[in-house]
């Protein structure tokens, strides 16, 4: 099996992911659409709202992600906050207080 850094790519304004794949080892910083059913574009529920300082999170094949917090928050007005530790790609989801949106 093939190790290659993949992503999640956010499109904060049409309310989209996607994941993407390094193009090769060589170049890294180059990634392409997965051809499976992981690569199609996926939209976020119309009632949610997501923002973050990065759009896109780069997973490593050892485990490691780069550090990432994304606030996530739904109709009920109820924020979440999802945050990584990036040498150990740990995740933790907490709630916070809603004027970190926008």
């Keep these: 099996m093939e190790q290659v850094l993949h992503r ?3 499109d904060i304004d049409n309310k989209e992911y996607r994941v993407s ?4 080892t060589l170049n890294p910083e180059k990634f392409v659409r997965l051809n499976n059913k992981f690569g199609k574009t996926k939209r976020f529920p119309s009632n949610i709202v997501l923002e973050c300082a990065k759009p896109y999170a780069v997973f490593c094949p050892d485990g490691r992600a780069n550090e990432l917090t994304v606030y996530i928050s739904g109709a009920d007005g109820e924020v979440y906050t999802l945050t990584n530790k990036e040498t150990t790609g740990y995740v933790k989801v907490f709630k916070k207080a809603s004027f970190f949106l926008r």
Aim: aromatic share 14%; charged share 45%.
């Design 21 to 24: 794949v390094a193009k090769d």
């Design 8 to 10: 999640i790519d956010f």
